[in-house]
């Protein structure tokens, strides 16, 4: 074995256990921060952690991007999406299927349903545009002013909350960021190392950004996912894993295709496999809670099952 192949490997696995330590600290300081502030775990989740746990998808995706492997782009944001809302929600519906308000569930879940319907059907001419680019900014716009305006309306109400000092607050803030930027650079070591170790094996680009890179770059999502069932603190990682996913394929993607000069192109099989297979993921995933306000073991279980179904499929 060579000494590459050795850094390689220890590269990657610092990169684990770095995300997973950070993730833990991260997800305490936001519940932290959600008791605090008065704000619903669920708006919580879709908004400061969803941003935070979405760099490393940003940022290997817009490396990518710069470097000329649009594949490995887009399959990650694809992919991470996939992973997202399979994966990891069907873990938490499996071992903890947490409530979740029916109205925030149609709000967001139909948002996120309708960014990748916007998406398929735009890139069916194998090119993601300006004007394309312009309608999902628009609609993360959307799910933002949703969150803000739920952060508002609770604002009006008199919750209790507990009381901070300044050195408690420099201290939580402090922990945020460290966590937030565990959580970041372990990611990137894990994703790099991953991919090296990929090519060494002769796996396509178009495979690793759909698979390992994707994969990778959810490890924020999944640790976050996992400490916050621990910690019976499910609401927080539904937001989180929505906001993602809505962040993923409406941020991630346009910012893609202004450092790629205006345009990014759509490979055919992502258009005709990967963004469908997302949209059926997540409509098993959402649309029975948009009706019944709550998440079920055995939705979780089929989530796994089809999750798993592609994975193979595309290895294959």
């Known amino acids: 074995m060579s000494a590459a192949v050795l850094?390689?490997?220890?590269?990657?696995?610092?990169?684990?256990?770095?995300?997973?330590?950070?993730?833990?600290?991260?997800?305490?300081?936001?519940?932290?921060?959600?008791?605090?502030?008065?704000?619903p775990q669920v708006v919580i989740g879709a908004t400061i952690v969803s941003l935070c746990t979405t760099a490393p998808e940003l940022t290997?995706?817009?490396?990518a991007?710069?470097?000329g492997v649009d594949d490995i782009a887009i399959g990650n944001a694809v992919g991470s999406a996939a992973c997202n809302i399979s994966l990891i929600l069907g873990l938490i519906a499996l071992l903890a299927p947490p409530q979740f308000d029916r109205r925030d569930a149609r709000a967001r879940g139909g948002l996120l349903l309708v960014t990748?319907?916007?998406?398929?059907?735009?890139?069916?001419?194998?090119?993601?545009?300006?004007?394309?680019?312009g309608v999902l900014i628009l609609l993360l716009l959307l799910f933002l002013c949703y969150n803000l305006r739920s952060v508002s309306m609770l604002s009006e109400q008199k919750l209790a909350r507990p009381h901070l000092d300044g050195g408690q607050k420099a201290g939580l803030a402090l922990r945020f960021v460290l966590g937030a930027g565990g959580v970041v650079l372990g990611a990137k070591l894990l994703v790099d190392n991953a991919v090296a170790l990929a090519r060494?094996?002769?796996?396509?680009?178009?495979?690793?950004?759909?698979?390992?890179?994707?994969?990778?770059?959810?490890?924020?999502?999944?640790?976050?996912a996992l400490t916050a069932i621990r910690r019976r603190e499910g609401a927080l990682s539904v937001g989180n894993i929505i906001g993602a996913n809505i962040i993923d394929l409406a941020l991630v993607l346009p910012a893609c295709?202004?450092?790629?000069g205006g345009a990014l192109t759509i490979s055919g099989v992502c258009s005709t496999r990967d963004l469908p297979v997302t949209v059926i993921l997540t409509a098993?995933?959402?649309?029975?809670?948009?009706?019944?306000?709550?998440?079920?073991?055995?939705?979780?279980?089929?989530?796994?099952?089809l999750y798993g179904a592609y994975t193979a499929a595309l290895l294959t």
């Open 200 to 224: 060494l094996a002769g796996i396509s680009e178009a495979v690793i950004g759909l698979t390992l890179v994707a994969v990778g770059t959810s490890l924020p999502e999944l640790v976050t």
């Open 65 to 67: 991007t710069l470097h």
């Open 7 to 39: 850094l390689s490997a220890a590269l990657f696995a610092f990169g684990l256990w770095l995300t997973m330590r950070g993730g833990d600290t991260f997800v305490d300081a936001s519940c932290v921060i959600a008791r605090v502030s008065g704000v």
């Open 60 to 63: 290997v995706s817009l490396l």
């Open 257 to 260: 295709a202004l450092a790629n």
């Open 284 to 305: 098993v995933a959402l649309l029975p809670t948009m009706f019944t306000g709550r998440f079920h073991r055995m939705q979780g279980f089929g989530l796994l099952v």
């Open 116 to 133: 990748l319907m916007v998406l398929g059907t735009t890139t069916a001419d194998g090119v993601l545009g300006p004007v394309e680019c």
